[in-house]
């Protein structure tokens, strides 16, 4: 698999990493497909791969994904040494749901837990998981630039941004990576500029769900703008819109993910698909509804 710069003084990685959160929600699969699934993409040539303390179904399940992922790794017959774990911190799931908490006192215990449950001494990419409107942004990019000084995380990333909040931390500490949703049915990163503005500082944009996520994904299949192109060459729809994704900037990086083996493997073929101007612009065109 070819490999995109991850951003600002960090390696190169493969132009389409990995997602966990489905292998740890409700819904997710047993330990042993989770755990098949993460090599097989690893052996694949994914070597960024993408987590959160939140993954998990309650909040008494926290650091479920992290865990996950550690013992992957640690039974993964490669080159660890090779991937990069990013992993994210300032929410919560108090009763199963989504809550932002960007708190300092909190999001330096949730470094901390993401240490232990990773297994680590030094977390790769830590990422601001949302701006919390109760606590001041640059508050908690300060608590991230503290956490670098420790010698806790590696690089500093920010999720679910716009282009004046990544200006404003810029201004704290170096941000190498932001992750926001980019996908056919939600072009808002296209068109608020945060890709563009990415690609202009070689700020690695990781996009999550590439795809459209649950319920919308399921719609791909039957499209048709995708159809043709998928036949032409001679893969999925969905690894075209993958492909589709990673065309929108050369420093996007797609991080699709999968319950199962299969899934995931065929998101990978999308590193292979080289789409022309004609085909990108069919899918610019075409209507992704979302109802």
Not at 42 to 49: E, I, K, M, P, R
Not at 87 to 98: L, Q, V
Not at 240 to 256: E, K, L, N, R, Y
Request: aromatic share 4%; with cysteine.
């Amino acid at each position: 698999m070819h490999t995109r710069p991850l951003g600002p003084g960090a390696p190169e990685v493969s132009c389409i990493g990995f997602g966990g959160m489905p292998l740890s929600i409700t819904g997710r699969p047993d330990e042993g497909t989770a755990i098949a699934t993460l090599h097989a993409v690893l052996d694949g040539g994914v070597t960024l791969l993408d987590t959160a303390d939140v993954y998990c179904e309650n909040e008494h399940d926290i650091g479920h994904n992290e865990r996950l992922i550690a013992k992957a790794l640690a039974s993964w017959k490669g080159d660890r040494t090779r991937i990069i774990v990013a992993t994210k911190g300032g929410m919560t799931r108090s009763g199963g749901g989504w809550q932002r908490n960007a708190h300092p006192t909190h999001l330096r215990a949730a470094c901390d837990r993401s240490l232990k449950a990773l297994g680590i001494d030094r977390i790769d990419l830590y990422q601001l998981h949302a701006p919390d409107p109760a606590i001041p942004f640059l508050e908690t990019v300060g608590v991230l630039a503290e956490l670098q000084r420790a010698g806790k995380i590696r690089w500093v990333g920010l999720s679910n941004v716009s282009v004046e909040e990544i200006q404003e931390a810029m201004n704290v500490v170096p941000i190498v990576t932001v992750q926001n949703r980019l996908n056919p049915f939600f072009r808002e990163a296209l068109r608020e500029g945060v890709v563009r503005f990415c690609e202009r500082e070689d700020i690695g944009f990781l996009a999550y769900s590439p795809v459209g996520g649950g319920r919308l994904n399921k719609k791909l299949p039957a499209h048709p703008a995708l159809l043709p192109i998928a036949e032409r060459h001679g893969v999925s729809p969905h690894a075209v819109v993958i492909a589709w994704v990673m065309a929108q900037g050369q420093t996007v990086i797609p991080i699709p993910a999968g319950r199962g083996t299969a899934h995931a493997l065929d998101a990978l073929t999308a590193a292979k698909i080289v789409l022309d101007a004609d085909e990108l612009s069919a899918i610019d065109r075409a209507e992704f509804s979302r109802a």
